[in-house]
């Protein structure tokens, strides 16, 4: 395999709100990795109890070299923590020090930890600016990048948030061997959603690289990230607020969002409960003639081979389609309770439609386990 490991830049073209996300081994010890943000002042770090211990220290030393105070921040570690109380430790700590507007945050973790840290940063005296250092496979190519922060709620996953750019995003690929095998094949199912929906052969690439990967090949990885990173920048560069294109990001999602809230959050892994959400939207696809079944059990096939659940699970024993389609009804693409499910339409295209719900029992039978 020759991919190089040089640094690579994949822009976000958001004109003044644009961006770079760099990606490269050995970031975290580089300063030249966080130009982008202006020198002087506090920064904040962000991380939890997981990750901290491994790279704030590291990440911290570098900063130093730019700030001129260093704090940081442990949360608990978890999508449950995903809240409102959790958020509010971060606003504690940002007041508590007297942190000013200018006061940059940096986010080192996974989807978690960026998600939260955005939304602080969009809130704290309504705006202050951040920067992803994303530690996560699932991180680095899809939640890090495009300014979508937020917290869960109860009902509904990232149901309340805001669009907010960061300043960069420093994916440093070292950080990836740290990942334990479960949440490295959740980062996977990230990277594979980007071939039904817009680059069937970067999904030939990842049906033969997919062991390479789950053995943390850091050159197969940075292929992988560069390459969503690509696909993810130009569908934000083309639709930041996802007014329209950038909903086809969510395939799998809505099914996959169900089962996080349906289970309790953290009962799954988010790219576990997406794996098996892209399995039922492409059945749902298949049942309305859009793709046929090959190109469905190709998908399975690659989930699986990445070490990812196919099937969906049992949310209610007496109505199980009745609970997916109650919680899929609390969905950011659903309008006035109508469902909008990201389906196939042909390998490659992806599409965003309503169907009817006995087409969606149909298939939400066929495809959970139990």
Known sequence: MSFALALTRVPIPLAERGYDILIAPGLLDDPAAFAAVPPGGTALIVTNTTVGPLYADRLAATLAQRHARVLRLELPDGEQFKTWQTLNTIFDALLTQQADRRTVLYALGGGVVGDMTGFAAACYMRGAPFVQVPTTLLAQVDSSVGGKTGINHPLGKNMIGAFYQPLAVACDLATLKTLPPRELSAGLAEVIKYGPIADMAFFDWIEQHVQALRACDVAALAHAVRRSCEIKAAVVGQDERESGLRAILNFGHTFGHAIEAGLG????????????????????????????????ARLRGLIARAGLPVQGPVLDAQDNAGRYLELMRIDKKAVQGEIRFVLIDGPGRATVRAVPDTQVRAVIDRCCAG
């Open 265 to 296: 959050y953290g009962a799954w892994l988010h790219g576990e409960a997406v794996a098996a959400g892209m399995v039922m939207a492409a059945e749902l696809s298949r049942a309305l003639g859009l793709v046929d079944a090959p190109f469905v």
